[in-house]
């Protein structure tokens, strides 16, 4: 293993009802969903971040900017996959993605095995590569009443020079 690299990333969006809850490339069955340009995967938003951070090249809005209408309803996974396409280029490998998704209801975890498959599946890597956590906000603030969800999230890559 060369150097190693490591990139932080931090994502929110409000729900409202009426839209998609799309978390980590799958849509999950509720009520409400995050209110967003493109699709509004927290988890998309934030992985794809910790991505560019560790490689240093700027963030998420600098390569899809939510002005431009081309990302308009976008699926976020193809922000994943870009961003797989930039490391690729700069022969940069993905080592670890450790995320956390915080959110009142509903129950992620059961959703977690097919998260880390499309998730793996748009960055090139196994399954393994990617670890996921689910945490409530104990009622508090405006996660905790259900009104938006977050995700965090660290990624390690390693090059060879
Ligand atoms: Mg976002």
Known sequence: MGKIRCGIGYDLHRLAEGRALVVGGITLPFDKGPVGHSDG???AHAMCDALLG???LGDIGTHFPDTDPKWKGANSL???EHARNLLDEKRLKIEHVDAVV???KPKLVPHFPKMREVLAKSLGVLPETI???AK???GVDAIGRGEAI???VVATLSSEQ
């Open 78 to 80: 193809r922000f994943l």
């Open 41 to 43: 995967d927290v988890l």
């Open 150 to 152: 977050a995700a965090h």
């Open 54 to 56: 560790a490689a240093a």
């Open 131 to 133: 670890h996921l956590k």
């Open 102 to 104: 915080i959110m009142e």
């Open 136 to 138: 409530t906000n104990e």
